[in-house]
């Protein structure tokens, strides 16, 4: 993996849904996340992930500013860099997901920055076929 693509995300502000079982609970997770929904058209869709012993894993909706209370929890995870790659087909490649985050952080490493412990890391479902998973890295000063 060559020096990673890195973009600057405002504070996002989610409403959630945590998966029992970290990883492992993500389906289930997004499927009563998705039953609160009356649509998923236009929605942006996210996975949470504070890594730990056990990792926190959260199905996400990000919150427009007009978005009714889906009676859910919500949470803000606070503006910053992150460095990402994108995982095209990423449905038939689940079990390569670790492995994409390993060469991710390694990637950051050899370009001389350095992962952010204190945010979390995100998978943004940009569409059915198409997945941003993205590492947090500290803040240098650059925009």
């Known amino acids: 993996m ?13 409403a959630s849904v945590e998966a029992e079982g970290g990883f492992a609970g993500a389906g289930p ?10 649509s998923l058209r236009g929605r942006k869709m996210y996975g949470v992930v504070y890594p730990g012993d056990p990792v926190r894993y959260l199905a996400c909706l990000l919150l427009e500013p007009d978005d009714d209370d889906l009676d859910l929890e919500r949470i803000v995870v606070p503006a ?13 490649r689940i079990a390569e997901l670790p ?3 390993d ?5 950051i490493g050899r370009s001389g920055l350095t ?20 590492l947090p890295v500290l803040d240098d000063g650059k925009p």
């Open 99 to 101: 492995d994409v985050v």
């Open 29 to 38: 997770a997004f499927d009563r996340l998705e039953r609160r929904m009356t």
């Open 2 to 14: 060559a020096v990673p693509t890195i973009t600057r995300l405002p504070d996002l502000h989610f």
């Open 80 to 92: 910053g860099r992150y460095a990402r790659v994108t995982v095209r087909e990423w449905q038939a």
């Open 103 to 107: 060469r991710l952080a390694s990637a």
């Open 115 to 134: 992962i952010d412990p204190g945010r979390p890391m995100l998978e943004y479902y940009r569409r059915q076929d198409e997945l941003h998973m993205m």
